[in-house]
């Protein structure tokens, strides 16, 4: 049984995951990209340098493993799968995954970084739930999505958007908070952690429209909070609660419209609070707080499947 090489190379990580189909087991490795000071992210440009830059010894650190097993190699390679979706960063990866494939004469397939966060669910207690429609959370530093998802006849999973946040982000919302209250870019774990050691219960309730919502309130919010005088525990455990009843209102009116099953990926999906609300309330299907970031292990995994690329 052939293994399957996986890269992606996103605005926040260098990431590379080797897929064995047989044993069904994912090994990744990855680093975070370097941002200075107190900047909140990365030219574009400088993004793809130190992709360049770290790329080839993550893939190395795969090793050892036999060449000849290999049976194909892919990569992320837009944001999404929209044909208007496009990023630079993307640009090291897809370069290295084809140069590889040809090289070892295997098949190269180019997929969307959101299919790799969607598919990262195969790594989750219910892999199952990738073989039908269901409903799906992108939460990231540039996403906040609420998706269909259908497979296509090889399991491909194919993304329609239904609804999220009208301007900014949840991950964005998060990083925000972060810089303002002087952690480390991106901020997601260390806000995280300090929501988690805090008992406060208040928070924003975004206004819901369908299945969207508008997350740029929030901010004013904290911020006076944060001019108040509150604590940084509090503030933090303010914004992952706001993010949160934000979800959960959407995820209600969706399950209720679709009756589908609800599968949660995303860096802001790392936050224990979220987790545990959402399997509690929805049942939801929780990617592994390991792949929720962005990584490859979706990516490799997707290498695996036949029939045709969308891209």
């Given at each position: 049984m052939p293994l399957f090489l996986g890269i992606d190379t996103s605005n926040y990580k260098t990431s590379v995951a080797l897929f064995d189909?047989?044993?069904?087991?994912?090994?990744?490795?990855?680093?975070s990209l370097c941002v200075s000071g107190h900047a909140m992210g990365l030219r574009q440009s400088e993004a793809l340098f130190q992709h360049i830059r770290v790329l080839p010894g993550l893939i190395a650190a795969l090793a050892p493993y036999e060449?000849?097993?290999?049976?194909?190699?892919?990569?992320?390679?837009t944001p999404r799968e929209a044909p208007s979706s496009y990023m630079p960063c993307f640009l090291t990866g897809r370069a290295v995954a084809e140069s590889v494939a040809v090289v070892l004469g295997v098949a190269f397939r180019p997929f969307s970084h959101q299919q790799g966060h969607i598919a990262s669910a195969h790594?989750?207690?219910?892999?199952?739930?990738?073989?039908?429609?269901?409903?799906?959370?992108h939460l990231s530093g540039g996403t906040t999505e609420l998706l269909l998802v259908t497979?296509?006849?090889?399991?491909?999973p194919l993304a329609r958007t239904l609804g999220g946040s009208l301007d900014i982000s949840a991950g964005q919302a998060v990083d925000r908070?972060?810089?303002?209250?002087?952690?480390?870019?991106?901020?997601?774990?260390a806000i995280s952690a300090l929501a988690e050691s805090s008992a406060v219960h208040a928070y924003f309730a975004p206004r819901i429209d369908g299945f969207s919502f508008s997350l740029s309130g929030?901010?004013?919010?904290?911020?006076?909070?944060?001019?108040?005088?509150?604590?940084?525990?509090?503030?933090?455990?303010?914004?992952?609660?706001?993010?949160?009843?934000?979800?959960?209102?959407?995820?209600?009116?969706?399950?209720?419209?679709?009756?589908?099953?609800?599968?949660?990926?995303?860096?802001?999906?790392?936050?224990?609070?979220?987790?545990q609300a959402l399997v509690g309330r929805f049942g939801a299907v929780m990617v592994p707080a390991e792949y929720t970031g962005d990584n490859a292990a979706g990516i490799a995994y997707l290498a695996s499947l036949s029939g045709k690329v969308m891209i």
């Amino acid at each position: 049984m052939p293994l399957f090489l996986g890269i992606d190379t996103s605005n926040y990580k260098t990431s590379v995951a080797l897929f064995d189909a047989e044993e069904d087991r994912v090994f990744c490795r990855s680093q975070s990209l370097c941002v200075s000071g107190h900047a909140m992210g990365l030219r574009q440009s400088e993004a793809l340098f130190q992709h360049i830059r770290v790329l080839p010894g993550l893939i190395a650190a795969l090793a050892p493993y036999e060449p000849g097993r290999l049976g194909a190699v892919a990569a992320s390679v837009t944001p999404r799968e929209a044909p208007s979706s496009y990023m630079p960063c993307f640009l090291t990866g897809r370069a290295v995954a084809e140069s590889v494939a040809v090289v070892l004469g295997v098949a190269f397939r180019p997929f969307s970084h959101q299919q790799g966060h969607i598919a990262s669910a195969h790594f989750s207690d219910s892999p199952d739930v990738l073989t039908r429609p269901f409903l799906c959370w992108h939460l990231s530093g540039g996403t906040t999505e609420l998706l269909l998802v259908t497979p296509d006849e090889s399991g491909l999973p194919l993304a329609r958007t239904l609804g999220g946040s009208l301007d900014i982000s949840a991950g964005q919302a998060v990083d925000r908070a972060g810089h303002m209250l002087g952690l480390p870019f991106p901020s997601g774990a260390a806000i995280s952690a300090l929501a988690e050691s805090s008992a406060v219960h208040a928070y924003f309730a975004p206004r819901i429209d369908g299945f969207s919502f508008s997350l740029s309130g929030l901010e004013n919010k904290f911020r006076q909070l944060k001019n108040k005088g509150a604590e940084d525990r509090d503030i933090a455990r303010y914004v992952i609660l706001s993010i949160l009843s934000a979800v959960e209102a959407v995820s209600k009116k969706a399950i209720e419209a679709y009756g589908l099953p609800l599968v949660c990926s995303g860096g802001v999906m790392a936050s224990a609070i979220i987790r545990q609300a959402l399997v509690g309330r929805f049942g939801a299907v929780m990617v592994p707080a390991e792949y929720t970031g962005d990584n490859a292990a979706g990516i490799a995994y997707l290498a695996s499947l036949s029939g045709k690329v969308m891209i």
